[in-house]
């Protein structure tokens, strides 16, 4: 309440407190990173002593023109820019709050000095952190056009600048792990033992690489929702290669679920991993978690299914394909891809089940729910693991 959650810990504040009411928006799926408005956002990061502040920043705003930026300030998103703009106005337009004279002469010398060293010592930072925020551009550029080795020279580049960014950390473990991934895959049959040797060298320690670069992500921003399903993400991707692996998911993506408690897209991923453990009931039960908290999110009800189905709970799973074509878009490929599993499904059913599916065609507690807006977000693989 005093002094806020920090200055790089909104998104944490936000996952915390998000409420599960916006689950039934367009919102559903969007995190924010800053506040409404600098005054908001102030109060959320800083507390009451920012809030305070940023109150009598804006009593100084007396000239009209700054009084618009004083508007900005409360009615508009932060804007860093923004605020140094206006800053740089009031010392122009309110010349009392830099003293023209300094009576202590004796003083004038060292004052220099020491403010001439305490620039230099922050400009030496700025460059350091531009030039970092610049590589890592390039990089996330590079990989977009398929680059992978230059996207990796410059992200070592970035975190050699500033290794103190969580996000640089994060991007860089899934560098490692995509390069991996691409060089099981381009093994040839012809090549030789030394050859694959080599690579599979070089694969092991792309994927120590991501791992340890997820986890300093986790130790920069332990409560950044993002850095914890990053590195779920990369255990899941190395289940059955890495020993652990599968554990490690589980127990990144359950403290995500304790970081964004209203998040459903995180229990449908938690039950992709249970899923690819062959631990159904678990998988079931994550699925359900979902759907209470997002009814008309489809995926959940087709990974829903496919869990069932691998049961030889047939019924189940027909149940949950009717609710998924419940919020699918009409005439999509999702669409098409539903009721062609569903028609598979009840092949499989007995005509008991077959009425029974019939009469009631919805599945548990979301049947009693009123028709939600419908998702259109694509239904994932029959294999869901997300």
Known sequence: LLVGVGAQNFLG????????????????????TAGSSMLFHM???????????????????????????????????????????????????????????????????????????LVSIASYGLFRAYGAEFAFGKSLRAFDNREGTNAYNLQIQ???????????HMAYAQTN???????????????????????RQT????IQQAIREAKIAIGLAPTNILAWENIASVYQTLAGVAQGADLWTIAAYQQAMQLDPT????????????VGQQKFDEAIASYNAASSLKPDYANVYYNMSFAYREQKKYLQASQALLQALKYVTPGSADERQA???????????????????????TTGSPAKQDPAPRDTAPLSPLSPLQ
């Not at 705003?61 to 009031?90: C, D, E, K, Y």
């Not at 004279?101 to 403010?115: D, E, K, Q, S």
């Not at 569903?342 to 029974?356: G, H, I």
């Open 13 to 32: 504040a936000f996952t915390v407190g998000r409420p599960a009411t916006i689950n039934m928006t367009d919102l559903w799926n969007t995190r924010f």
């Open 43 to 117: 109060a959320t990061v800083q507390g009451l002593v920012g809030l305070v502040g940023v109150v009598w920043f804006l009593t100084r705003l007396r000239n009209p023109i700054l009084l618009l930026g004083a508007l900005s300030l409360v009615f508009l998103p932060p804007s860093f820019p923004a605020f140094v703009v206006i800053t740089t106005l009031l010392i122009l337009t309110e010349p009392v709050l830099v003293p023209k004279r300094f009576n202590l002469l004796w003083l004038r010398y060292p004052t220099a000095m020491i403010v001439l060293l």
């Open 158 to 168: 970035a975190i050699t600048l500033n290794p103190n960014v969580a996000r640089f």
């Open 177 to 199: 792990l995509a390069l991996a991934n691409a060089i099981s895959g381009s093994a040839s049959i012809s090549a030789t033992k030394e050859q694959l040797d080599k690579d």
């Open 203 to 206: 694969t092991t320690q792309l």
């Open 263 to 274: 998040n459903p897209t995180i229990r449908l991923r938690l039950g992709g991993a249970y």
């Open 339 to 361: 009721k062609k599993e569903l028609d598979e499904v009840t092949q499989l059913l007995t005509e008991a089940e077959k009425q029974s599916l019939n009469e009631a065609p």
